[in-house]
């Protein structure tokens, strides 16, 4: 609460990114309850969390905007915020990391919040805009379905593997990292996707990360067994994990496994809601269903191990 960055104007407070200050733009962010309303435009179904794109005024023109914001929580989770850092505090720092480690995130433009007294009553991270995204998620799903074909689907692991080596080796875990978590931009005159992470709250800053802290960070990803052993692999550059990597990811992955299963008992409610708003007309391809044809062998191959196919 006290760090110099911090700007204030009445109830508000800002932590603006370096180089992105200008005149008025304070009086810009505390308008932003107001600019939400009346100018945004949802970006994702609305829940406890919202996500808005907005025209920012800024500096004589205007930013093409996302606006998150996150929603009242707990005394006991803001007593940890006034100590850690808001949600919306964390993605905005962790992102000025990544971005000066030249891994891909968008980029963070501010933090707003207003406080009263040690309760958190309104919390934003305001990035930068990034047209013609998709995830991680839904390109699978659509490979699976549309061009089940090895190459396109290896050039795709490629990347986010590298990207993620990449986030690593800059010294972040990110403690979320699912397949929506991974945002992706084809670049049109190249095999290369250009990935960028998201929601980074959740994320720690470790130099160095040891293996096993990398294993359990991948254990989130949801890939066929096949393609994960591959995945693993172009992690590495192209070598076999070590054992602690492997055990650490495969603990987690079940760990992980039995936390989501119990997820409608933890929140029937909120899971209900999300039933109802699924629109999807036909689930993805899952398990023995997806199968990937290979030009080099001339044959389709199984996106899972024959253990996971039994």
């Not at 915020?81 to 968008?106: C, D, H, W, Y």
């Amino acid at each position: 609460m006290t760090d110099d960055a911090w700007q204030t104007r009445g109830a508000w407070r800002f932590c603006i990114a370096p180089g992105r200050d200008a005149p008025g733009l304070d009086e810009t962010l505390s308008r932003l309850p107001f600019l939400l309303e009346k100018e945004s435009m949802p970006l994702a179904p609305p829940g406890r969390h919202r996500v808005d794109r907005l025209a920012l005024p800024f500096g004589g023109g205007s930013v093409d905007a996302v606006v998150k914001t996150y929603g009242v929580q707990s005394a006991w989770r803001d007593r940890l915020a006034l100590q850690n850092g808001s949600k919306a505090e964390r993605a905005f720092r962790t992102a000025l990391i990544l971005r000066a480690a030249g891994v891909g995130t968008p980029a963070p433009l501010a933090v707003v919040e207003r406080w009263e007294g040690s309760r958190l009553r309104e919390s934003r991270l305001v990035t930068a805009f990034v047209p013609g995204l998709t995830n991680l998620r839904d390109e699978l799903n659509r490979l699976y379905a549309e061009a089940p074909l090895c190459a396109p689907l290896m050039d795709l692991l490629q990347s986010v593997a590298r990207a993620i080596r990449a986030l690593h080796d800059a010294g972040i875990l990110h403690r979320d990292l699912g397949n929506q978590n991974i945002a992706l931009r084809r670049d049109p005159d190249s095999s290369v996707w250009q990935v960028l992470f998201l929601d980074l709250n959740r994320a720690r800053h470790v130099p160095d990360p040891p293996p096993a802290l990398r294993g359990a960070d991948l254990a989130r990803l949801d890939l066929p067994s096949d393609f994960r052993r591959v995945f693993h692999a172009m992690y590495f550059h192209g070598y076999a994990p070590p054992p602690e990597f492997s055990d650490a990811e495969h603990k987690t992955r079940a760990a992980f496994d039995r936390h989501t299963a119990w997820r409608p008992f933890r929140h029937p409610l909120r899971e209900a809601r999300l039933r109802r708003m699924e629109t999807k007309p036909t689930p993805p391809l899952r398990g023995r269903d997806i199968w990937i044809w290979d030009d080099r062998s001339g044959q389709a191959i199984p996106a899972y191990t024959s253990r996971d196919r039994r």
